[in-house]
């Protein structure tokens, strides 16, 4: 399997050429709720190999708690979030579901700085929690 995916208007396409994600993860960290508008981000992590990017993007970020540098990248005609990159970590891309589409491949396994979660937020209970920040996801290939 392979995903495949644009931002709304068009000008941003990914294509990933692995069969499934590293890891898939809502992040309800601050700077994730401000991005996505009061919710968590939906993210779906990949090897940085298997994921291209065509089109014009943005990009702004901030330091993490851990000093890590977080750049998320963005149409800058629609403003659609694409992916996420962690300097801590260059071999992984974390794509944005939304621009994926919401197959079930990419259904979210884990839910992460649920610490700063609103106390309106409705978090699966099925899905495995982090108050802060998980371990890295190790890539396992086969
Ligand atoms: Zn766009
Ligand atoms: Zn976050």
């Not at 901030?62 to 990159?85: D, E, H, I, K, R």
Request: charged residues 15%; contains cysteine; aromatic residues 8%.
């Amino acid at each position: 399997m392979a995903f495949a995916g644009q931002c709304a208007c068009g000008q941003v396409k990914v294509a990933v050429k692995a069969d499934a994600p590293v890891a898939t993860r809502q992040c309800w960290c601050r700077q994730c709720q401000q991005l996505a508008a009061g919710g968590p981000t939906h993210n779906a992590i990949f090897d940085a190999g298997d994921v291209t990017v065509t089109g014009d993007t943005a990009s702004s970020g901030w330091t993490a708690a851990s000093g890590n540098t977080l750049t998320y990248y963005f149409c800058p005609s629609c403003g659609t979030q694409v992916y996420g990159q962690s300097s801590a970590r260059m071999h992984l891309k974390t794509v944005r579901i939304g621009v994926l589409g919401a197959t079930p491949a990419l259904r979210p396994q884990m839910a992460i700085w649920t610490a700063e979660a609103p106390e309106w937020a409705m978090i699966d209970p099925a899905l495995e929690r982090h108050a802060g920040q998980p371990p890295a996801p190790v890539i396992a290939k086969d």
